[in-house]
């Protein structure tokens, strides 16, 4: 049912949603762009020689070339705009791409976090240091025991 605010059907609302259609309608329009650059440079070309050679009565050498420098920066120029889209449209895929991820992954980034926040204000018990055995005491190698004082830090007794 259309709410009145939107159009009834959008084709490239598909397309906006998979980063995978996104990719190739992009790569699609970046063929046509690179075709058109192409065609433009030939042109270029074409356009340069014909207007170089264009001389009238009373010119001198450099006044065709002159005349032309126009005309050959603005082909210029629009060649470089072609050719900065085509640069824009492949940034802009792999940019889609990565919000894709991100998106993907958000979930398992934000759990983290809640765990480690959740370590930081509950913060594991400490366990004691164990005890240090005491002199007589029975321990769990019967044929060594741990010397008795400091001074007896040299002599240890074997089985």
């Known amino acids: 049912m259309n709410t009145g605010d ?5 084709p490239l609302r598909d397309v906006a949603r998979s980063p995978e ?6 790569a699609d329009i970046q063929r046509v762009l690179l075709d058109i650059g192409k ?3 030939t042109l270029a070309i074409e356009t340069r020689v014909h207007c170089r050679g264009t001389h009238v009565d009373g010119d001198r ?3 065709a070339r002159m005349r032309a420098l126009p005309v050959e920066k603005a082909l210029k120029d629009v060649l470089k705009h072609v050719n900065g889209l085509t640069d824009g449209l492949e940034k802009t895929a792999y940019k889609r791409n990565a919000f894709a991820d991100e998106v993907k992954n958000l979930p398992r980034k934000r759990r983290e ?3 480690e926040r959740e370590r930081k ?3 594991a018990p400490l366990r004691a240091a164990p005890e240090p055995p005491q002199p007589g005491s ?3 190698n019967p044929g060594y025991s741990g010397p008795a004082s400091v001074y ?8």
Not at 6 to 10: I, Q
Not at 21 to 26: E, G, I, K, N, S
Not at 152 to 159: F, I
């Open 138 to 140: 029975p321990q769990g």
């Open 21 to 26: 259609a996104t990719a190739r309608y992009l």
């Open 152 to 159: 007896d830090l040299g002599k240890r007794e074997s089985a």
């Open 113 to 115: 976090k809640e765990l």
């Open 61 to 63: 050498w450099y006044h």
């Open 6 to 10: 939107e159009p009834a059907y959008a």
């Open 39 to 41: 065609n433009l440079e």
């Open 121 to 123: 204000r509950n913060p």
